[in-house]
């Protein structure tokens, strides 16, 4: 990685970092490795630092893991509003 300093708004100098990026370049994208017969699908959320302390805080407290409740939560929604009909379109 260089850094080199290039001038910005009103004057300001701002440092523009330069990484290369060969692995990008690459013609064959390679397979995302799963883990066959689990049944199991990774979710990632992208959540504020904050909430994110605060939520493992209140977990740990109550003697839970983050995952249990989150799965509950996802049943709950999923159980409370059924099944919706798919909209009729490109990806029907």
């Known amino acids: 990685m260089t850094a080199s ?5 009103a004057g300001a100098l701002a440092a523009v970092l330069t ?5 990008l370049q690459r013609k ?5 490795k799963t883990r066959e ?3 199991l699908k990774r979710l ?4 504020s630092e904050q909430l994110h302390r605060r939520f493992k805080s209140l977990a740990a407290a109550n003697g839970l893991e983050m995952t249990d409740l989150i799965l509950e939560w996802i ?3 999923v159980d409370q509003n059924g099944l919706i009909a798919r909209k009729k379109g490109r990806h029907a």
């Open 5 to 9: 300093v290039a001038p910005g708004p």
């Open 19 to 23: 990484i290369p990026y060969a692995h």
């Open 28 to 32: 064959e994208v390679s397979q995302i």
């Open 37 to 39: 017969g689990t049944g």
């Open 44 to 47: 990632n959320v992208n959540i």
């Open 75 to 77: 049943q709950k929604y």
